[in-house]
C-alpha cells in the first residue's frame, strides 16, 4: 500500500467511493466502472487505488490529497494514465467511455464534499491501524 497518504484518509476516499459495507455501490473504477479490489496486490488488474485528478507532475504539487482530487482507480487505469492528469487521459478514450467516466467522477466528487463524516467511518472501522 503507498505511503503518500495515511491509511485512514485513503479509506476514507474508499468508503466515500461506495466501500462501506452499507453502500449498494461498491467501490468501482472511476474510469471503467469495474468493481475494484481493496488491498488487493497492484498486479491485481482490479486492485483498487486512488489517482490524481490533477497529475502531481502537472501541478507540481508534492501529494495534492484533497478530496476533489482524488479518485479511485483498478490498477490497470491508473497504470496507464501515467502522468497525464484525468482530462488528458480521457481525451485520449472512446468517446462514450469517457462521458461515463466524467459521470462518475463527478458523483463521486459531490459526496466527498465534506470527508470529516467519511473519516470518522474509516476511524471506527479501525482502519488507521495497522494490522
Sequence with gaps: ???WIERDLRYAHY???GMHPRSKRGLTCAVCGEPVVVGAHN???LAASLDHMTARAVSRARYDITPTNLVVLCASHNSSKGDDDMTTFLAKQPAKVAAAA???IGKRIGRKADMTVY???SRL???GKKK
Excluded: L, S
Design 1 to 3: 500500500m503507498a505511503k
Design 15 to 17: 468508503i466515500a467511493e
Design 43 to 45: 498486479k491485481n488488474p
Design 102 to 104: 466524467w459521470k462518475r
Design 119 to 121: 473519516i470518522q467511518q
Design 125 to 127: 472501522a479501525g482502519y
